[in-house]
């Protein structure tokens, strides 16, 4: 007989049925209706309604319909509370049952009732499980300490339970050890400032100690935690890599990741000349190579980890290729990654296997793959200089199959080969042009039109071609406008005499019929700078490029560092680190590799100590893909400056290039070239634009370049709003508190006047805040050192802390404060501008917020208005600035500013904004993104507040 | 750390049974799983982690179910799919296949079993063999005074519970060696492997402690004997039981046993190794007409060995009609459903060569989609023999009471896939 035919009565009136049954005076009837209940509940039905007839079943001596009965609370306790209180006695009774499965099973199930009235029932029983003799029953409760964290956080410190878990670290037990690191490790990955797990040499060698105890999962928890300690010297970090390599062998993949990000991160601190060094680098090898026999899911996670440990450590892998050669049947997500990491480990001594092999996947059917494998063949051929040529005739094999998507792929990389390798490999310039019909995809025909215009003196027929795509001019993508317009105007710079009408077509396209404002800003820049100083356009436009690098989309060394200690994770997997998609994580940490030891060689992390690392110069990555090549001024690709002034030029180029504009500038504004209409609209701006600051000269692409954030002046403090009353005297017994909240040097500060009204003397003063959202709670206590007086006045100023403990207040910034004296206590609430969390390493890395502002849906967007507010642009990105919401970018559209900011609160929240402000209108439009919509109101009314005064 | 709550999920995305954690993941974003998983598969990215909002699904799939662990910390992504492959090998020892209707039809243990397994998102007992000491399908059954906890839950040897009885004491060993042969059209072999797996059928009484001797090359350096032919193992993975600072120290393979089946080490050599059973092709496709295969397969091993259970499996394209086949030994069969001839040969002795014709029809009008090329895959057990030349030298059993033990060793070669690639000339 099955369970299965507890699923089939669906009859009218069961609900009633049920409950009869559970009130059934018979065991076996009271089982088996349980079990229908818990069906019913499987399936998705709600049966919440028998909760008290369920829970009278808690007390039996039957096993298992006693865990049916648990199962049943922790699903619908939380939508009952008031009747959950009625299972507390049981539990309380369960744990002191003589059976330790029993007691477990008690301690387990209440844990998981996340109802607050139940949590307090839970201390005592709790204390006790934690010291029982049973280590079933300690395990357990190790894990229940966490549980009942993750509820109430302040009732586990205030209980001391985790000074308890602490000393379970000793346990002789080694599954009580591992449960207890894994409920220390997941508190501590909530409140990092913590210092729960403060690991010293002794809690280490525990740990190592148990390790070769406990079961695999243990294993697991040991390990990713020990990747969280830093050695204090090289010995010691080898010590600790010793006793680790064992694991290495274990038959469970995730055992040996886990213990991979420990070698891998403990390695840095080894001096490379070590012999140990070496051994450790070979022993890497094999376990990792094994991985990929392992499941597919796991292949895939071993292989993105693996992409990261080539990057950071080459050496280790060299010599394996032939095991990333893709199988047949390999799920497309391991084919793609195993293709990534082909290439990464591609160099002269097996090019040529590698070579074979993606000549073999690039007659495959699977699209995405083939399509891959072409792109691969054009970055061998980029990273290894050897082989270039072979890869240029596969790629030409290739476009011979006419297959379309291999054709197009194959022009794509072999624009890229252009650009590594000039005036070598043009020959085939002509194979390329008999394909240009059957080009249908923007960045295969943009790529051929680069390859047209770049070489037009060498190909006969340039300007025909060209011509030919200007027919559909409109139709076409904006990839491949930018493009022609480019190479129409690099033709006519090289053949001047045929092509005149040609580029005055495109340019009158590009300027008067088009409504892209890049297309139109690149336009009018290109026909005031040919009309100005043609040999300057030369120099400009057929300048040389800068070569493209070897490997393309290496991961910035910050970041890989980072990911590098998080290997295993989902982190690696997404090669992103934790704070880009894990909400509220409070006062995100990032992890770094420790700092080498010993050697005084050159170290890959110079630093951890100090907060604003300065990581090693990150190499002159130049992307090939995806990029407009021979951009506009091939310049586009300058790494943004991160803070400070902006470099007025990075370059002379660029110098060149906004001297070259600024000087146009009148002379185009006296409209000689036939065109001054169309560009008095499309340079709309007032007068006043010409005036303001050369900051923002011509709208569009080029202020892209800078970086804007510093045109921005002294930052101002953040603002602060004045003081109000929170306490009037009436209320206070003749206390009355007036207050304000203020940044100062990245501590919040509460500042209050406190002025005694009554007729005698005060003293004793303390405050207390109640739970809030974001975890606010004074820093020290409150300094009232001399008595106060009657009418006197005391300035007071409070510093706090946003670690305490958190719970949501409506509305959001609401504070429920509590001031004691020696004449009662006084309850005030008071609400705080959310600015005050903002905290000052809000700003965010260009790419990551472009990233995320992707990332998160639209529906998290919010958009406000401020009115009556007349600042410009500029002078609103350093008022805010000052209250630390940072202007990463500005673009100007139609004499439109809009500035991107990012604001990080203290809890970690990220907010991202696009402020715009239109010169003249006092209306400003904010437009908040927020993975926490919830804050939105309040962070607008930050901006109303700051923008304001 | 992990997963916040555990799905199985039928084919259509409806939840069969579910088991909430962590309760920090609203239950009700399974319902983005199935839409996020087409929408992947659409769009040929299909990935084992998809992301929804800040809640990731991390999934496997298994017969008819989708296991599907969700979480919106950065959770240890591997140690998921290793325990959602830990569900789904002690559910099927619990209820031999794992699928939709084991699932009904023992929802009660699976809760249970789901209770046991994982405790706010950390794995626990997983050994299925100490679970069924206390978690039993036979729950009503049970007396009160029964059902304790194994104290192997918790002890260092988790996985083998004390008192266990046999009147005769017995250990089977299997070295079973799987080889994967890759070789392309040119007749040259692109890659190699042996995979290799030592099984155990432990049936011994007590606390037994065990150890292994194999021939293994480095432990024959270390200890300066070398006799005979050695082997060198790339990478060994050991069951849990096996002490590994030991065998990292000495390369002593020591361990308690569990009892029962169980695999304890496997094993990867790196040597070339040559086809075993060689094949040769020749398919002519005539479009619009038919495709003639010819295929010839020849046995590289010894005369004395013979191998078992041959099956060569020759890919068709998907609209071959009309099989004819003519074999010089075993015989030929279309399976349609997976385009592919399999040509089955009981027993192939060393040094034979058979040949195998087959005829199919085509259509007239051509199927225009584009077909992979799947390789010729040869399948075969060839048993007393590894290729390798691993060697079992001992096992010593050593148990407190003293008695005597017998192990017993086999050794057998497998393919995991001998693979041909071939060309299909096109007439």
Redesign the interface.
């Known amino acids: 007989m ?3 035919k ?2 089939t009565t669906t009859k009218k009136g069961e609900i009633f049925e049920l409950k009869a049954e559970l009130n059934s005076d018979k065991k076996e009837k009271k ?1 088996e209706a349980v ?1 229908k209940v ?2 019913s509940m ?1 399936v ?1 039905k709600d049966v919440s309604a028998l909760f008290p007839d369920v829970v009278n079943c808690m007390q039996t ?4 319909l006693k ?2 009965v648990y ?1 049943y609370l ?2 619908y306790a939380k939508s009952q509370p008031d009747m959950a209180i009625m299972a507390v006695n049981t539990f309380v009774k369960d744990c002191e049952d003589p ?3 029993i007691r ?1 099973l008690a301690v ?1 199930t209440m ?2 009732i ?1 109802v607050d009235k139940i949590t307090e029932y839970l201390c005592e029983p709790l204390r006790k499980c934690l010291k029982d003799e ?3 029953v300690r ?2 409760a190790a ?1 229940c300490v ?2 009942l964290h ?1 509820i109430n956080a302040q009732l586990v410190e205030d209980q001391g339970f985790l000074d308890t878990l602490k000393d379970l670290i000793s346990d002789s ?4 050890v591992a ?1 207890a690191v ?2 220390l ?2 508190i501590a ?1 909530s409140h990092p400032n913590s210092n729960l797990l403060d690991l010293n040499p002794q809690t280490i060698n525990k740990l190592l100690t148990a390790l ?6 243990g294993q ?2 040991i390990l ?1 935690c020990l990747a969280n300690y830093t050695p204090r010297d090289d010995r010691e970090s080898q010590s600790i890599c010793e ?1 680790v ?3 290495l ?6 055992v040996v ?2 213990a991979v990000k420990v070698l891998m991160k403990f390695m840095e601190m080894l001096p490379k000349d070590l012999d140990y060094y070496g051994t450790l680098l070979k022993k890497l090898a ?2 990792l ?2 991985l990929l ?1 392992a ?4 292949q ?3 292989l993105r980890n693996i992409n990261l440990i080539v990057q950071r450590r080459p050496e280790i892998l060299k010599h394996e290729m ?1 095991v990333f ?1 893709v199988k ?1 049947n390999d ?3 391991v084919k793609l990654e195993k293709l990534d990491i082909m290439i990464r480990l591609a160099s002269q001594a097996n090019i040529a296997q590698v070579l074979a092999e993606l000549k ?1 996947y690039a007659t ?5 793959f083939v399509r891959k494998a072409v792109r691969a063949i054009g970055r061998c051929a980029i990273k290894v200089e050897q082989s270039a040529e072979r890869c240029v005739s596969t790629l030409l094999d290739l476009i011979q199959t006419k297959v379309n998507y291999v054709v197009q792929e194959a022009i794509v990389v072999i624009k890229d080969i252009f650009r590594k390798y000039p005036n070598k490999y043009e020959s085939v310039i002509a194979t390329l042009c008999e394909n240009l019909d059957s080009l249908d995809e923007p960045e295969a025909r943009a790529a051929m039109i680069w390859i047209v215009g770049e070489y037009a003196e060498r190909i006969d027929n340039a300007d025909e071609l060209l011509e030919s795509f200007l027919e559909g001019f409109h139709d076409e993508s904006t990839q491949v406008q930018l493009q022609l317009l480019t190479a129409i105007v690099k033709l006519f710079l090289k053949k001047p005499t045929e092509t005149q009408e040609l580029v005055q077509q495109v340019l009158s396209l590009a300027t008067q019929d088009s409504d892209n404002p890049d297309l139109r800003d690149r336009g009018y820049i290109y026909w005031r700078l040919l009309s100005t100083d043609p040999v300057a356009a030369k120099e400009v436009v057929l300048a040389e490029k800068p070569l493209i690098s070897e490997e393309t989309d290496l991961i910035e060394p910050t970041l890989l560092e980072e990911l590098i200690c ?1 290997i ?7 090669h992103k680190p ?1 704070s880009a ?3 509220g ?1 409070r006062g995100v940490q990032h992890k770094r590799l420790p700092g080498s030891a010993g050697s005084g060689e050159s170290v890959e992390s110079p630093d951890t100590g100090s907060a604003a690392g300065v990581p090693d110069a990150p190499p002159a990555v130049i992307p090939s893909q995806g990029d407009l090549l021979g951009d506009l001024l091939n310049l586009d690709l300058t790494p943004p400056a991160t803070s400070g002034p902006p470099p007025p030029a990075t370059s002379g180029l660029q110098l060149g290039a906004m001297d070259l504009l600024g000087g146009g500038l009148d002379s185009l504004l006296g409209g000689d070239l036939g065109g001054g209409s169309a560009m008095g609209a499309g340079f709309g701006a007032p007068p006043a634009a010409t005036a303001a600051p050369f900051s923002a000269p011509v709208s569009g692409g080029l202020d892209d370049l800078f970086d804007l954030g510093g045109g921005v002046g002294m930052p101002m403090g953040a603002y602060s709003p004045p003081k109000t009353v929170w306490l009037p005297a009436m209320k206070g017994k003749g206390l009355e508190i007036s207050g304000t909240f203020a940044r100062r040097g990245g501590v919040i500060q509460m500042e209050m006047t406190l002025t005694n009204k009554a007729m005698s003397v005060m003293t004793d003063f303390a405050i207390q805040f109640n739970r809030n959202s974001f975890g606010l709670a004074p820093a020290g206590p409150l300094q009232v050192l001399t008595p106060l007086s009657p009418n006197q006045s005391i300035e007071v100023s409070l510093p706090l802390s946003t670690v305490g403990p958190v719970m949501k207040m409506d509305p959001l910034n609401n504070l429920q404060v509590a001031v004691k004296n020696n004449i009662d206590v006084f309850y005030f609430s008071c609400q705080y501008p959310i600015s005050m969390l903002f905290v000052e390493d809000g700003k965010m890395e260009r790419q990551v917020f472009l990233a995320t502002w992707k990332d998160i ?1 639209n529906d998290n967007e919010a958009q406000f208005q401020i009115k009556d507010c007349h600042l410009s642009s500029d002078a609103a990105s350093s008022k805010l600035q000052g209250s630390n919401i940072f202007t990463i970018a500005k673009r100007t559209v139609d004499g439109q500013d809009m500035l991107y900011q990012s604001v990080k609160l203290s809890n970690g929240i990220w907010v991202l904004a696009e402020l715009r402000v239109q010169t003249g209108n006092p209306i400003f439009t904010v437009c908040l993104k927020c ?1 926490a919509p919830e804050v939105s109101q309040c962070v607008f009314q930050s901006y109303e507040a700051v923008l304001k005064n | ?1 992990s997963a916040s709550a555990i799905f199985v999920l039928d084919l259509k995305g409806k ?3 579910c088991r ?5 993941v609203d239950m009700a974003e399974i319902d983005h799983f199935m839409p996020l998983l087409m929408q992947h598969e659409e769009e ?6 998809m ?1 929804h ?2 809640v ?1 699904f ?3 799939k298994h017969s008819n179910l989708y296991l599907v662990a969700t ?9 998921v ?5 830990k569900i789904v090998e002690v559910f099927t020892e619990y209820f031999k296949e794992l699928e939709e ?1 084991s699932i ?5 243990v699976v ?2 079993l789901l ?1 046991e397994l994982m ?8 050994e299925s063999k100490i679970l069924q000491e ?1 978690i039993t399908q036979e ?2 059954k ?1 007396e ?1 005074a029964k ?3 194994p104290t192997t ?2 002890n ?1 040897v ?1 996985w083998r519970s004390e008192g266990i009885k046999y009147k005769k004491n017995e250990v089977f060993i299997d070295v079973i060696e799987s080889i994967n042969v890759l070789v ?1 059209a040119n007749g040259s072999v ?2 190699s492997d042996i ?1 290799g797996s030592i099984k155990l059928k432990t049936m011994l009484s007590g606390m037994p402690e065990l150890r292994l001797g194999l021939n293994d090359r480095v432990l024959f350096a270390l200890t300066g004997r070398d006799k005979g032919k050695t082997v060198v193992m ?7 039981c ?4 030991r ?2 120290s000495d390369r002593t393979i020591s361990f308690i046993p569990p009892d029962g089946e169980s ?1 304890l ?2 094993y ?1 050599i790196n040597t070339h190794v040559k086809p075993l059973i060689w094949i040769e092709s020749v398919i002519e496709k005539f479009s619009h007409s038919r495709v003639e295969i010819m295929v010839k397969a020849k046995g590289q091993f010894k005369k004395q060995s013979v191998a078992n259970n041959v099956e060569v499996r020759v890919p068709v394209p998907s609209d071959a009609d009309s099989p004819k086949f003519k074999t010089s030994t075993g015989n030929a069969k279309y399976v349609p459903e997976k385009n592919l001839v399999v040509w089955t040969i009981k027993s192939f002795p060393g040094g034979k060569e058979f040949l195998m014709r087959a005829h199919f029809g085509l259509p007239s009008v051509e199927n225009d989609e ?6 010729i895959t040869v399948k075969f057990e060839i048993p007393y023999f590894t290729v390798s030349g691993i060697q079992v030298r001992y096992m010593k059993i050593i148990e407190k009471s003293g008695y005597q033990a017998l192990p017993w060793v086999r050794y057998i070669t497998q393919s995991g896939g001998t ?1 041909a690639t071939f060309l299909i000339s096109a007439l």
């Open positions: 099955t369970d299965s507890y699923f089982k079990k818990i069906a499987t998705g001596d039957n096993l298992e865990k049916l199962l922790m699903n059976n330790p499965l477990a387990r844990g998981c996340r049973d280590p079933y395990k357990t894990v966490a549980k993750d037990n080694p599954m009580v449960n894994a409920a490790s997941e990955e070769n105890e406990c079961t695999e999962w697991i928890f990713d006793r390599t064992p694991r062998s274990h038959a469970n993949s995730a990741l886990s094999p376990p190579v094994t026999s499941e597919p899911e796991l895939y996670v071993a032939k050669f047949y799920p497309i997500y073999e495959e059917v699977d699209v995405d998080h295993g994770t989902l982190a690696s997997v997404y934790p998609f894990v909400e994580s849906p993975r | 750390m939840v069969l049974i909430n954690y962590k309760g920090d040929g990215l299909l990935s084992p982690v992301s909002g800040n990731h991390m999934w496997i979480t919106n910390k950065n959770s240890n992504a591997s140690l799919y290793s325990f959602l492959y209707e009904q039809d023992n929802f009660v809760y249970e209770d405790d706010f998102g950390f794995p626990q007992t997983t206390y729950g009503a049970l009160v059902t304790k906890v839950v918790t260092a988790s392309n692109m890659s995979v790339e990478d060994v993975k050991f069951h849990q096996v002490r590994l600072s065998f990292e695999e080490m496997s990867r584009a077909e992979g090329k799947p390789p693979v």
